[in-house]
């Protein structure tokens, strides 16, 4: 079955300063990887996907993602962290299966300090 | 906005009662899915329907009840709920397809339903 694990609880990084959501996966086949944001009391927002092709992503708010097949890892990342990007973050995976579900990791919370 | 659309976006009811949660999609998808999001919990996958069929129960209480009259709306029948099923609800749908195509699409999400039983 189809899995992504996000190892990080939470990460904490100054404003100003580069950051980096983990997120690696385990797939049979080609993976299908996603990113989401979720402000509080909100739902989840796309943030970007790889597919296939280059391996660095560009997505919506400067972030960006790396994909990196030897290390079956996907992260999530941003040169210049700013205070309004404080929020929580979720990788994902297509399933494949008969529903094709999204599969989402258990979430990061990103708190980025002025 | 998302295209996706949730009401109410706040409930509160007692564990007697009935209530229904609604979403509406304008983005012409044909596929729709309720979330469960409890504090401190990994996002549940309640129920999926694709082109208005129901394709996934992921083994849920019958006290929850989808409905899908079209591939636009999706309702959450919901009726002697317990404490314990307080959370946020989250719809979204996508645009599902055959093979390559159906993978790389993603999903998109309203802004929830809080809700609260008491």
């Known amino acids: 079955a189809q899995s992504v694990a996000q190892p990080e609880d939470q990460v904490n990084v100054a404003e100003g300063n580069p950051l980096t959501v983990k997120c690696t996966y385990s797939v049979s086949g080609n993976p299908y990887l996603f990113w989401y944001v979720q402000y509080p009391n909100r739902g989840l927002q796309f943030l970007l996907k790889?597919?296939?092709?280059?391996?660095l992503v560009k997505g919506s708010y400067g972030f960006e993602a790396e994909f990196n097949k030897s290390q079956t890892s996907f992260h999530l990342k941003k040169p210049s962290a700013l205070v309004s990007d404080s929020a929580l973050y979720f990788c994902?995976?297509?399933?494949?299966?008969?529903?094709?579900?999204?599969?989402f990791g258990t979430g990061t919370l990103l708190a980025v300090q002025p | 906005e998302t295209g996706v659309t949730q009401t109410p976006r706040h409930l509160v009811m007692g564990m007697t009662n009935k209530k229904s949660l609604k979403c509406e999609q304008h983005l012409g998808h044909n596929a729709m899915y309720w979330y469960k999001q409890s504090a401190k919990k990994p996002l549940e996958l309640m129920f999926v329907y694709n082109f208005k069929e129901q394709t996934e129960n992921n083994s849920v209480p019958s006290r929850f009840s989808p409905e899908c009259p079209n591939s636009s709306h999706l309702f959450l029948h919901l009726h002697t709920l317990q404490p314990e099923d307080s959370a946020l609800y989250l719809c979204?749908?996508?645009?599902?397809?055959?093979?390559?195509?159906?993978?790389?699409?993603?999903?998109?999400f309203g802004q929830g339903t809080r809700l609260t039983v008491v």
């Open positions: 994902a995976v297509r399933d494949g299966g008969a529903t094709n579900k999204l599969i």
């Open positions: 790889y597919i296939t092709g280059d391996n």
């Open positions: 979204a749908s996508s645009q599902e397809g055959l093979g390559r195509q159906a993978m790389n699409t993603e999903a998109f």
